[in-house]
């Protein structure tokens, strides 16, 4: 896979989320050249715990989101608790408290829909663990605009609902 092509990489996780994004972060070498940007659910008043965790896993910088952030390459952004992430046509990020989807707030969904706006088949979406069905909507709209897909194979996973969830859409292409 030529990762040169790509333009960003998106991760939607959930259940047991800190021990698959650390196992895949740290296999991430310090000259990476894609931005990374993470929605986890987390618990509304998460306290950002899970940047300084991670930072401790990977050579990347890692960086909890802030509105009209420019993205960068080679830098895992987190989505903050309790808000929807968006990009922006700038590649900046937007935050929003509008109502939850999948009964949740971040979703992953609303991510990977804006980000396939964004790079269309520039980008890469991966469905890590996770206990509900967010994300599979936003894989099937990555795979319509020619992105990658990936979802952790289930039974790796501690939660194997969302992947699952995501390969039962037909719309991933490596497992």
Request: proline share 5%; glycine share 8%; charged share 20%.
């Amino acid at each position: 896979m030529n990762i040169n092509r790509y333009g960003a990489i998106v991760v939607g996780v959930s259940a047991g989320g800190m021990d698959a994004l650390s196992r895949l972060f740290c296999l991430i070498s310090n000259d990476f050249g894609l931005p990374i940007v993470v929605v986890q659910h987390l618990h509304a008043s998460s306290n950002g715990y899970l940047a300084e965790f991670l930072g401790n896993k990977t050579p990347l910088y890692v960086k909890e989101v802030e509105e009209k952030f420019k993205i960068q390459p080679g830098t895992i952004y987190l989505c903050p608790s309790n808000y929807h992430l968006l990009i922006e046509a700038d590649e900046t990020f937007a935050l929003s408290i509008d109502e939850k989807v999948n009964h949740t707030r971040p979703s992953i969904d609303v991510l990977f829909e804006s980000a396939a706006r964004v790079w269309s088949q520039r980008l890469i979406g991966i469905i890590l663990t996770g206990a509900n069905r967010d994300g599979a909507e936003g894989i099937r709209r990555i795979k319509a605009c020619g992105g990658l897909t990936i979802a952790q194979d289930p039974a790796t996973a501690e939660s194997p609902f969302m992947p699952q969830a995501a390969i039962d859409t037909g719309c991933v292409d490596k497992v």
